[in-house]
């Protein structure tokens, strides 16, 4: 019987033994939202450490909602791919954050900003339909932060995957967004939108008017954008 039991029968005492401990739900929505690897999993949670990471994996296997198997085609990698039993946590996972949407306010959801985790979403979820049928660059910038954290790149290839730069990757960008932080979250968030926030001059988008116009269709938000907010 491990420190954390419940010591208790009941299934719900014995699932939260496996689920309750810190990062474990967050890091099971890593698995939901697509992430196989430990980098990957470590961008999508850039403020947990590497040990604990690598102690919640050990966790989540031991306890059967993962496994480990070779990676396809690169030799000697190897991906965490959730079980059936894992899987079967995915509506569960999904309600955390239905509710955490709806019920948590706007100025709590946004009281811990993370643009490291924002940029890295928004390359996840961007949607590319809407883009032209060619290289699309663009370039974000939050001119309040640091000059490590200021500028990030997205680029867009037909038929590759959105690819994320937080160094200049020596290419023509087609569009500048420049942004505070906080407006960029709560945009992706569904707490905003880029109409508004260009008309109160909280964003501006400079160069192809055509991305310009359509990026509230490109960005693709948060899963749980569509939720409407029940606490103010």
Not at 104 to 124: A, F, G, K, N, P
Not at 128 to 149: A, C, G, T
Request: net charge negative.
């Amino acid at each position: 019987m491990t420190e954390r039991s419940y010591r208790q029968f009941c299934p719900v005492a014995m699932a939260a033994e496996v689920l309750c401990s810190r990062w474990t739900v967050v890091l099971l929505r890593e698995f939901f939202a697509g992430s196989t690897r430990f980098n990957e999993l470590r961008r999508g949670v850039p403020r947990m450490s590497p040990a604990l990471l690598s102690q919640r994996l050990k966790d989540l296997e031991t306890a059967g909602v993962l496994r480990r198997d070779p990676a396809p085609g690169d030799p000697g990698v190897l991906e965490y791919r959730l079980t059936e039993a894992g899987r079967e946590l995915e509506p569960i996972v999904m309600a955390f954050g239905v509710w955490g949407q709806r019920w948590v306010t706007t100025e709590l959801s946004l009281q811990h900003l993370d643009v490291s985790l924002l940029m890295w979403d928004m390359r996840r979820n961007l949607v590319p339909e809407p883009l032209p049928d060619r290289r699309s660059v663009i370039q974000f910038r939050y001119p309040e932060l640091p000059p490590e954290d200021r500028s990030w790149w997205l680029i867009v290839e037909p038929g590759e995957p959105v690819d994320l730069c937080s160094v200049e990757p020596g290419f023509d960008v087609d569009l500048y967004v420049t942004s505070d932080l906080r407006t960029m979250t709560a945009i992706w968030m569904g707490l905003d939108g880029v109409r508004a926030a260009q008309a109160a001059q909280r964003m501006l988008l400079t160069g192809d008017r055509h991305l310009a116009d359509q990026m509230q269709t490109w960005l693709g938000l948060s899963p749980f954008a569509k939720e409407a907010k029940i606490a103010c």
